[in-house]
């Protein structure tokens, strides 16, 4: 495992491009499988994940490549098998496959997914809505078989609103027979990015930004090539590099329209930004006013994967600050590094205060989580001294080149095997 050696206190300055969305490429990439041929996806971030779905892609006898930023999937000559848990396990969103597999071959299996560290994490919405669709499904021996004769269009109303089961529900619905209605849908953009995808390839799916999903069967899809969208995530967390050491920034590449929530936080805390021709000059300097209450909530609310790099940033802002966390049951991991580095936090289930303004002093810590892990990477660049961010590979997870990119705004701070 490898750790992150950051030297805290100095200013940032410059520009930083965001790279490409890893919640919007992989289940781009387990869409690949509905079509017999090439998938082309520019853009891609090349992460441990999209690492993994390709993997599971190879073991199935697909042919995948990198040509520079562009991931290339040949799914021609794809054929049935079973995927195992050391991925199942690794990689809960690998359950998008299912659906998708099922909708190539009538039949999938996948090792269970099983718990996660940021909460319990079931995925029986995920079965729930691909019975459904027609699959018979069946658990064994901690493996998960479906199959059907033919996917049938159907009728469902999601009891939560989940993204996976969305876009598990969306690839079973596309070569089914006939017509799906979701109702009740996630509306987050990576849903959106899912069907724009799959419409640019001949699939029929409306409604993706309303919540009320209308799947029209098709027979066939076609090769395509395709940008990966920006990750808002990586954008929002780079803001709050930016915010946590006051700093005046700018990035290029940003989703504006997709962080609306977070931008409208980020200034109600003092801080000020403009969008320039795709580019957002994000200036920290006065920003000092801490948040009276904030909400984690599906799309368009404030997302679950910001709430613990906000949460750093608001250990260094004076007066009280409350968080509320109502999309996972433990998703507080980041509390107890930043606690050992100075800050005050009560959690309290799914509340946490932030009693802001103590000083930040680097300290050894561990990363339990990818977006926890990187709230703390963020905390030592605000801290003074030396913090030294264990384990992390769970960051490398959704961050491309963190410390290049930190680095690169004027940061000390580098990886150590
Ligand atoms: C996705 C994102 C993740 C983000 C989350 C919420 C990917 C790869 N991951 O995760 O970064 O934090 O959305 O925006 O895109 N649930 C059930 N049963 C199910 C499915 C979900 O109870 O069958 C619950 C979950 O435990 C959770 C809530 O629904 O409490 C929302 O989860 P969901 O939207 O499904 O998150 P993911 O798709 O796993």
Redesign the pocket.
Known sequence: MGNIKILGGRKLSGSLRIQGS??AA??MIAASVLHNGKSVLHNCPQIA?VGYMTEILNGLGARTWWEGKSLHLDCTHLRYGQIPSVYAEKM??SIIYLGALLGRFHQSAIAHPGGCVI??????????VLKLLGAHIREKDGMIYASCTQLKGNEYEFP??????T?QAILAAVKAQGVTRLHRC?R?P?VQWLVRYLNSRGADITGENTGEIVVRGVEQLTDLEYEVPPDR?VAGTYLCAGAITRSKITLENVPVEEMESFLHMYRKMGGQYEVNSGKLLADSRELNRAVTYLETD??PGF???LQSPLMAVLTTVRGVSHIRET???DRYKAAEGLQKMGAAIDVNGQDAWIYGGASLRGARLKARELRGGAALVLAGLAASGETVVEDCEYIERGYEHICEDLSALGGVIRKEE
Do not use: C, M, W
Not at 119 to 128: E, V
Not at 160 to 165: E, L
């Open positions: 890893k919640n992989l289940p994940d809960r969103s909460g319990a994490r079931p995925i029986d919405i995920h079965l729930q939560k609103i989940s993204v996976g089961a876009q996630a987050e990576e995530i599906v799309y997302p679950t994967d999309i996972f049951e």
